[in-house]
């Protein structure tokens, strides 16, 4: 495939994409409407080309992506599930997309109860009291929750600083802990890959404001301890959070709120089949147990009398954590999905993405060395040592999945695991496409022993080869500028 | 059937087996409690029923603003967005097989840079508020000063949004009052301290009307404080770029880019900084680079900035941002192109002013600032502005913005946007109806 040039390339003075109606009201010259010293002198170098070379070059770019619909994308911790086409369809319905924000609430009332419904359902499927949708993404939600948690401990007069994670957890735990001035306390993980409870007890004391875990963990299993854990966290007057970026395999299993945990927050764009968006819109609603939803962020969604409102009035409220009320169209998608699959269904979904991962699980398990040798939950992790010995890494066997048209699973994640491969093969996938994605790995693993530089030189039919990184990051070009 | 073939092979009888390690006691022992399953075709009717329970701006004439803006969006921008390549992908993490978003948000990058007149920008922030609430905190880190001071005449909502995220962190916001719908400059002046890591302002403000930059920009420059502009990006087709006014960090709301407006989300925000801040920046940033054969390609960089690397000692916690509002915001700029952004921006200015001067000479409305303003603007009505809006209602209109919820000394203030989507015809009979006729 050619190279694709810049869209400022393929610019020809004067060309355009848009016709706009002449003004029809009277005119005045612009000196008359803008202070001079406002002016616009030097005009933004903005394309300019016409709406067919817009619409091949954009074109052009999607065909150098690939997404859900191309293929098996099993990246572990993503959750890559189809997206029923059906919810692209209700969220450009025009009394969802074409409403404004701030217009009065009784012209409103469908956006309103879509919000309470999903909220309900939400706090249904966890075992929370009440969710706010207002967070953006995941790492945005566990923002408001730790913010939640913060604004507890101080309405009890205690200062506590400090927030434990685990070594398994995902970089956004201890990212957002420390946007909120928490300090983080890191454990160790025990050798059955669940929390190592000595190292939990002995870290516990009167500085700690919470736990963050994510359960199933970022190793794709289940802790066995989590009541335990749940005690020795209330006991010392801590609370737990739950990353609910990881909740594909519990819906009408298990739920957060029944293990102990006080604040959840679930990724829509992951358990609930909206789709990514190549990098969002997400989004991250945040549940709070009954006693802690005064804290939540403002406003929430509320009914009376057969009216639905927003309610603004919550003093002991977090504040805002986003202008309006959340990506209300993913809510809208998220709504449907939930709406079309039932308590039946989402249960089926669990039972499928976890049978699912254990079949990867079980049939790559003496291609792999497998660290946790447990039934695994959503995802599988595997480490590629056995491969590394050889001279090739897990990024040489991903690149080469590449060439075979597959999304490659996630690599060196969680860091515990040397070598990490994470696999999430989800519930949409059937047992053909696991079995051909199996089949495969196996080829490549034939590939090391008889033609390891095949491999380790991989990717050989994509639109561009490995790329050199460093020197992107060395030296940074981060925009295009017109070559004088 | 393929279940218990998959069983069988994993040497498990039952389905049940698979989750032998959650303990019973957290079991749920019932079904959830949901509504029942409903069919694509249920499902679609319910949807229908539900969104016919709103009003709509298809049926309707906007007058509304106050941050979310009804422009014109061109048919391609979601005939390509809907392209599955683009909405079904995720956070382009294998650039071999993510070129195409890639070089998108590259492109995007470059655009934003163009319009506020910066050099780095990055791929995009969740929406507007959350981006000035991140300048902030990059502003405070790299001043190591605990204060900022914000106009009033910045978003109610954005205020509200830096005062949550600068609280857990310490920090203190202090809020400086207006004088004729402008950031009061002697004011500012008084309040600003040498502990003052930046100053804030939006521009066009909350009231449209447009702010002296300039002039903010000296004063914080003195202070040795950073100057935070947060921009309406279609007024950058014919209002000078912060950066040539001296701003330190840029960002703003993204939406009136090619984004519907759907009920307050997924919009996007856009964050642009000088040179010397580029590895103090949040978020995701794409950066161009050659494949080992040679070829231009491109990759997200400079990611030892960000969580999944550097954890509790990164820049921000944003992992996934608004990739698909970004290129919505990078089609739709590239379809009106030079010439286009500056012919909306002149036509809602063109069509603002004309309905200022109809409104306002009419017995019920007096003007209530006289400072430039752009594609919005005050006036005060002798009815409330909640009365008024019912009233218009009855027309398919749907009224401006009541500012007395969010600015008390405001009474009877009514904040009025008028895009280019507005037609004579329709701002006759806005200030018609408005007028009680």
Redesign the interface.
């Known amino acids: 495939m050619k190279?694709?040039p810049?869209?400022?390339e393929l610019t020809k003075t004067?060309?355009?994409?848009?016709s706009?109606?002449t003004?029809?009201?009277?005119?005045?010259s612009?000196e008359q409407?803008?202070?001079e010293?406002?002016?616009?002198?030097?005009?933004?170098?903005?394309?300019?080309?016409s709406?067919p070379d817009?619409?091949r070059?954009?074109?052009?770019?999607?065909?150098?992506?690939?997404?859900?619909?191309?293929g098996f994308?099993p990246?572990g911790s993503?959750t890559?599930k189809y997206?029923p086409k059906?919810n692209?369809?209700?969220a450009?319905?025009?009394?969802?997309?074409?409403?404004?924000?701030?217009?009065?609430e009784d012209?409103?009332?469908?956006?309103l109860?879509?919000m309470y419904g999903l909220d309900t359902?939400l706090s249904?499927?966890s075992g929370m009291a009440r969710f706010s949708l207002q967070p953006?993404?995941?790492?945005?939600g566990?923002?408001a929750g730790?913010?939640i948690i913060?604004a507890y401990h101080e309405q009890r007069g205690e200062n506590r600083t400090k927030i434990i994670v685990p070594d398994s957890a995902h970089?956004?735990n201890?990212?957002?802990?420390?946007?909120?001035?928490f300090d983080?306390i890191e454990v160790k993980s025990n050798s059955r890959g669940g929390m190592d409870l000595t190292s939990l007890r002995e870290s516990m004391n009167e500085d700690i404001a919470g736990l963050m875990l994510t359960n199933p963990n970022t190793l794709g299993?289940?802790d066995?301890n989590?009541?335990e854990i749940a005690k020795i966290v209330h006991d010392a007057g801590g609370l737990l959070y739950y990353d609910g970026a990881n909740a594909n395999a519990i819906?009408?299993?298990?739920?957060p709120g029944?293990?102990?945990f006080d604040v959840v927050h679930l990724n829509l764009?992951k358990t609930f089949g909206t789709?990514?968006?190549?990098?969002?819109?997400?989004s991250g609603p945040v549940g709070v147990r009954e006693d802690l939803v005064r804290f939540l962020?403002k406003p929430v969604v509320e009914y009376e009398e057969g009216r639905y409102y927003l309610d603004y009035d919550r003093p002991l409220s977090?504040?805002?954590?986003?202008?309006?009320?959340?990506?209300?169209?993913?809510l809208?998608k998220a709504?449907?999905y939930?709406?079309?699959?039932?308590?039946?269904?989402?249960?089926q979904v669990s039972?499928?993405a976890?049978?699912?991962a254990?079949?990867l699980l079980?049939?790559l398990k003496d291609m792999f060395v497998l660290p946790y040798d447990?039934?695994c939950?959503h995802e599988c992790v595997f480490s590629g040592i056995k491969q590394l010995v050889k001279g090739v890494s897990v990024l040489d066997i991903?690149?080469r999945l590449?060439d075979y048209g597959y999304?490659?699973p996630t690599m060196y994640?969680p860091l515990i695991v040397q070598e990490a491969l994470m696999m999430e093969p989800t519930e949409t996938e059937?047992?053909e496409t696991l079995d051909e994605f199996i089949k495969t790995l196996g080829i490549i693993m034939q590939e090391i022993e008889t033609n390891p530089e095949l491999v380790k030189s991989a990717?050989h039919n994509?639109?561009?080869?490995?790329?050199?990184?460093v020197?992107?990051?060395r030296h940074?070009?981060?925009?295009?500028r017109r070559s004088l | 059937m393929s279940q218990q073939e998959m069983l069988n092979q994993i040497g498990l009888g039952t389905v049940e087996e698979l989750f032998g390690d959650i303990p019973q006691e957290v079991r749920l022992s019932r079904d959830l409690n949901l509504p029942v399953a409903l069919s694509e075709f249920e499902l679609l009717n319910h949807t229908q029923n539900l969104s016919r329970k709103n009003l709509n701006l298809n049926d309707h004439t906007c007058f509304l603003g106050a941050g979310a803006y009804d422009h014109f969006i061109p048919s391609a921008v979601d005939a390509l967005l809907s392209r599955q390549e683009f909405y079904t992908a995720y956070t382009p993490y294998q650039p071999e097989i993510s070129q195409g978003m890639l070089q998108a948000i590259f492109e995007f990058q470059t655009m934003i840079c163009e319009l506020t007149g910066m050099d780095i920008a990055n791929a995009s922030m969740y929406d507007g508020a959350s981006a000035l609430a991140e300048a902030m905190l990059l502003a405070c880190q790299s001043q190591k000063r605990q204060e900022v001071l914000v106009a009033r005449t910045v978003h109610p909502e954005s205020r509200e949004v830096l005062k949550t995220y600068a609280k857990f962190r310490g920090l203190t916001v202090r809020e400086v009052g207006y004088l004729d719908g402008q950031l009061n400059i002697q004011e500012l002046k008084e309040t600003v301290t040498s502990d003052t890591a930046a100053i804030i302002v939006q521009n066009p403000n909350f009231f449209g009307t447009m702010e002296s930059l300039g002039e903010i920009g000296e004063i914080a420059h003195n202070n040795k404080a950073l100057f935070i502009v947060s921009a309406d990006p279609i007024s950058l087709g014919i209002l000078k770029s912060p950066g040539e006014l001296g701003a330190d960090i840029v960002v703003g709301e993204g939406q009136s880019l090619g984004n519907p407006l759907n009920f307050g989300g997924p919009y996007l925000g856009f964050f642009a900084v000088k040179e010397k801040l580029l590895r103090k920046i949040p978020g995701r940033i794409v950066g161009e680079t050659k494949d080992k054969n040679g070829n231009r390609s491109f990759t997200l960089t400079i990611q030892t900035r960000e969580q999944h690397i550097r954890r509790e000692k990164a820049t921000s916690n944003i992992c996934s941002n608004q990739a698909l509002n970004a290129l919505a915001a990078t089609i739709y700029l590239t379809l009106l192109g030079k010439q286009g952004l500056k012919e909306v921006a002149l036509l809602s200015l063109q069509k603002s002013h004309y309905a200022f001067e109809q409104l306002t000479s009419h017995d019920n409305f007096s003007p209530v600032f006289s400072s430039p303003f752009f594609k919005e603007f005050v006036i005060q009505s002798v009815v409330s502005p909640q009365e008024l809006n019912r009233k218009l209602l009855d027309h398919k209109i749907i009224g401006g913005y009541p500012l007395e919820q969010t600015y008390p000394e405001l009474t009877n203030g009514w904040l009025v946007a008028v895009t280019e989507k507005r037609t004579k015809e329709e701002i006759d009979s806005f200030v018609l109806k408005a007028g009680g006729q």
């Open positions: 190279q694709q810049l869209i400022f004067e060309r355009q994409g848009f706009l109606p003004c029809d009201v009277p005119t005045k612009i409407l803008v202070p010293a406002y002016i616009r002198i030097n005009p933004p170098e903005l394309p300019e080309v709406e817009a619409v070059h954009f074109t052009q770019l999607s065909q150098r992506n690939y997404g859900l619909d191309s994308y990246l993503c890559m997206n059906v692209e369809v209700i450009r319905m025009d009394g969802f997309q074409n409403i404004h924000p701030y217009q009065a012209t409103v009332q469908g956006c109860e879509l359902m249904e499927i953006a993404a995941g790492a945005h566990e923002l730790l913010m913060k970089g956004t201890p990212a957002s802990a420390a946007m909120v001035g983080v299993l289940f066995e989590i009541t819906m009408g299993i298990t739920r029944d293990m102990g764009h789709p990514h968006g190549g990098g969002g819109p997400g962020p977090v504040g805002r954590v986003k202008a309006f009320y959340g990506n209300f169209s993913v809208v709504y449907s939930i709406r079309s699959k039932g308590p039946d269904g989402l249960r039972e499928n976890v049978l699912n254990n079949y079980n049939s447990r039934t939950m991903a690149k590449l999304h490659p994640f059937s047992k990717p994509t639109v561009v080869a490995r790329l050199d990184e020197a992107a990051a940074p070009k981060v925009r295009w």
